[in-house]
């Protein structure tokens, strides 16, 4: 089955304690993306990827880290979470040929 | 990406066709309308998207208007698992780029029993 598979899915952590949240998807996607979601806010992303070692930064990427070192994994690493990163996290991936964005089911993160 | 407007919330009964309604009076020629919808707070969920036919697949319905400055999605036969956040967005389909979605408020839909 396609999909788009998030680890953890509930979190809570201190402050400053690092932790990575890994996303993989078994579609073989060129594209993989980082959003939260806050309320009022909707949905921000953070980070994306349009293929191996090539990242770049979305809308709010202060705090956060990504890395792609294979096509498959996309983990989003916050290494010194701060309480206002207290969110709902999704990734998402697409290929280059369908123009469809597959979320995961979503990580949400309480720093405390 | 040209900005949309969309109705906070609406009912269905269930079993009856749920209409959204979605305006987009600023789209450009080469964007494109695509539907997703968020159950509870589960990840958002691809429904449908066109650029000026009218699409159906097996989830919904997309009629975009000859001017293309409106749409409604239509899911035929709501049950209550449709009760949802529906998102109508508006983006060029590009392809190798950063295809960020921008998701705005959205439709909240619930199907009545």
């Known amino acids: 089955e396609a999909q788009v598979t998030q680890n953890p899915r509930y979190l809570i952590t201190v402050t400053g304690k690092k932790l990575t949240v890994t996303c993989s998807q078994n579609?073989?996607?060129?594209?993989m993306s980082w959003y939260r979601q806050d309320p009022g806010l909707g949905l921000r992303q953070i980070y994306y990827s349009m293929n191996v070692e090539v990242t770049d930064k979305g809308d709010v990427p202060e705090g956060y880290k990504v890395s792609r070192k294979e096509k498959r994994n996309f983990p989003l690493i916050l290494e010194s979470p701060s309480p206002n990163q207290t969110s709902l996290y999704f990734c998402?991936?697409?290929?280059?040929?369908?123009?469809?964005?597959?979320f995961g089911a979503g990580t949400r993160l309480s720093v405390l | 990406d040209a900005k949309t407007t969309q109705p906070p919330s609406m009912d269905c009964a269930e079993g009856r066709a749920a209409n959204l309604p979605c305006n987009h009076s600023?789209?450009?020629?080469?964007?494109?309308v695509y539907w997703y919808r968020q159950i509870h707070s589960q990840g958002p969920q691809y429904i449908i998207h066109g650029l000026k036919n009218n699409e159906t697949n097996e989830m919904a319905s997309l009629i975009i208007t000859e001017d293309r400055k409106s749409s409604t999605l239509i899911l035929p036969h709501a049950t209550l698992r449709d009760t949802a956040v529906y998102y109508c967005i508006v983006r060029v389909a590009l392809g190798g780029g950063n295809e960020k979605l921008t998701f705005g408020t959205g439709t909240r839909l619930t199907i009545i029993p």
């Open positions: 600023t789209i450009s020629g080469n964007e494109y």
């Open positions: 998402a991936s697409s290929s280059r040929e369908r123009d469809i964005q597959y």
């Open positions: 579609m073989n996607h060129e594209y």
